[in-house]
């Protein structure tokens, strides 16, 4: 089973950059989507987190709320 990832971030938020760097580093496919221009984007985010805050990332489903390592490594292993 594949990883199925998506972030939704900002152009300007430097966890964002973090996140997806991190991502980067270990070879993980993801979609971003930029809650900055993409409305629909945007409320999907809140839909799933009750969130404003960026970075939120889906893992296969587990929300994580902004760059927390661990959280994330912890949903990749599963």
């Known amino acids: 089973m594949g990883l199925d990832i998506t972030i939704y971030s900002t152009k300007t938020c430097p966890y964002c950059r973090m996140a997806k760097e991190f991502l ?3 070879n993980i496919k993801y979609k971003d989507i930029d809650v900055g221009s993409d409305r629909e984007g945007a409320k ?4 799933k ?8 990332l889906d893992i296969n489903g587990k ?16």
Request: zero cysteines; hydrophobic letters at 40%.
């Open 49 to 56: 987190s009750g969130q404003m805050g960026v970075p939120v």
């Open 24 to 26: 980067n580093s270990k």
């Open 63 to 78: 929300i994580i709320v902004g760059f927390d390592k661990e959280a994330i490594e912890q949903a990749l292993s599963q």
């Open 44 to 47: 999907e985010m809140v839909k």
